[in-house]
């Protein structure tokens, strides 16, 4: 078997329910417009508060994918 090209781009997501659902809309997103994705590396957690509770949960991810 030869050897593989993989890709790496970035994403930024947030969600309003936690950073885990973040990173699957990261995860998703990729996966609309490139094959062959293979991981998400999470890069930073952030969130913005508001009245003392978190709002949006937001990541900012890295992914990778295999190119043919």
Do not use: C, H, P
Not at 17 to 24: C, T
Not at 47 to 68: M, Q
Request: glycine fraction near 4%; aromatic fraction near 8%; avoid cysteine.
């Amino acid at each position: 078997m030869g050897d593989s090209v993989v890709k790496v781009i970035e994403l930024l997501s947030e969600s309003d329910k936690s950073w885990e659902d973040a990173a699957q809309t990261a995860v998703k997103r990729a996966n609309d417009t490139v094959r062959n994705v293979r991981s998400i590396w999470i890069e930073n957690f952030e969130a913005t508060v508001e009245n003392g509770k978190i709002k949006k949960y937001r990541v900012n991810g890295k992914i990778s994918f295999v190119l043919e």
